[in-house]
């Protein structure tokens, strides 16, 4: 079964901080996408980052970084000096078969 | 380029009563998938259309129906409403089936509210 576990549901900064967001995943492909998506309070999930399975490199843009592990099944994503506006919830998702699984997604705050 | 589109946004109905829900994907964007949002469940796959057919659904019941037309709208019907059907249904397009790559981009959802 697919599968896409996001731990913390709730992880609150003060601006300036790092924040790690961990999400591990199931799955029984060998070829697959994981994804990160942020969702402001609008409600639009904005699309982060897409990562093959066959491409273990890391990604920094910006501020955002991220780390994929294939032998831990892990996609975790780091936020650098946080700020306000990356007040969201982050979901984590795992294309199967023809949908996207999503995490639970976690919810970080980012206070002044 | 518009992104995709959804109306309403936001909408109240009563149980048993029936709802339409509609959505523009990006121009060029063959692909439109649905999916409800809700706290409980998370984010959960609808369906998909591709080129005006259902190419995939998932585990709802009948009452949850969709199409799109040949200009790549989308609508999606649910009748005979619950109070668990309160949710945010979001609507994403992309230029392929999402079964491929699945990078979608949503819109802004439209908030469901059954009495």
């Known amino acids: 079964a697919q599968k896409v576990t996001q731990a913390q549901t709730e992880i609150s900064v003060v601006e300036k901080e790092d924040v790690t967001l961990d999400c591990v995943y199931e799955?029984?492909?060998?070829?697959?996408?994981l994804f990160w998506y942020k969702q402001p309070p609008s409600g639009e999930l904005v699309f982060l980052i897409r990562?093959?399975?066959?491409?273990?490199q890391n990604e920094i843009s910006g501020r955002y970084s991220w780390n994929f592990q294939k032998s831990t099944s892990s996609f975790n994503f780091t936020i650098t000096a946080s700020q306000v506006v990356d007040s969201a919830v982050y979901f984590c998702?795992?294309?199967?078969?023809?949908?996207?699984?999503f995490g639970a997604g976690t919810t970080v705050t980012v206070r002044a | 380029k518009a992104g995709v589109t959804q109306t309403p946004r936001y909408l109240i109905k009563t149980r048993g009563q029936q709802v339409t829900l509609s959505c523009s994907p990006i121009?060029?964007?063959?692909?439109v998938s649905w999916y409800q949002q809700t706290p409980g469940q998370g984010l959960q796959f609808l369906f998909e259309?591709?080129?005006?057919?259902?190419?995939n659904k998932g585990n709802f019941p009948g009452r949850f129906s969709g199409r799109q037309f040949s200009n790549s709208r989308s609508e999606m019907n649910v009748s005979t409403l619950e109070l668990g059907d309160s949710a945010l249904y979001l609507c994403?397009?992309?230029?392929?089936?999402?079964?491929?790559?699945?990078?979608?981009?949503f819109g802004e959802g439209s908030r469901l509210t059954v009495l």
């Open positions: 994403a397009s992309s230029e392929t089936s999402a079964a491929n790559t699945g990078e979608l981009f």
């Open positions: 799955t029984r492909d060998t070829t697959y996408y």
């Open positions: 990562r093959n399975s066959f491409d273990e």
């Open positions: 998702a795992l294309t199967n078969d023809y949908k996207l699984s």
């Open positions: 121009s060029g964007h063959r692909s």
């Open positions: 259309y591709f080129s005006e057919t259902q190419r």
